[in-house]
């Protein structure tokens, strides 16, 4: 059985991933800080393919820790890793605060950089495996009002071309 690992799997765009793969009989890892939201997911997934994961992608320890736990349930596979989660700052660039700009980066980008990089031994070992990471229209132009998360969502989208070439 095929197994994605989704991030921010408890809600939008995540959830409808979830469901998505989980209709194509996939196995289902939902990972999320939002136990709650993990848990509605969940209960409109097949339980015996879906599993959830409290974490904060932030957490290099979190990351390990669900990584180990979801291919231990997985027989070893990871197919795809949907680094999906991500947190918005609105408004003008002027009146962001620099925790709400610290929380972007470290969620947007860093969040994915130690998915990417945590999960690489897990995608190397699985044939035909991909790593998808959500960027934007965010990250394609720059978007008035939300400057700081166009600059993760830019710097997801770099990442994402650089390795795809390597």
Known sequence: MKAILITGGGS??????????????WRVGLADRDSAGLKETAAGLPGESTSCHVMDV????????????FTQLSGGR????????GVAVGGPFGAAGLEDIDRAV??????????ARMAYPFLAATPG??????????GIYGTPGAAVY?????????????????
């Open 12 to 25: 939008g765009i995540g959830r409808a991933v979830a469901q998505l793969f989980a209709d194509r009989g």
């Open 58 to 69: 932030r957490s290099p320890e979190d990351w390990e820790e669900v990584l180990a736990e």
């Open 78 to 85: 990871l197919d795809v890793l949907f680094n999906n989660a």
């Open 106 to 115: 470290d969620v947007n980008l860093k969040g994915v950089l130690y998915g």
């Open 129 to 138: 495996s991909c790593l998808l990471n959500t960027a934007s229209a965010a």
């Open 150 to 166: 166009s600059a993760t969502k830019h710097a997801v989208k770099g990442l994402t071309e650089a390795l795809a070439i390597e």
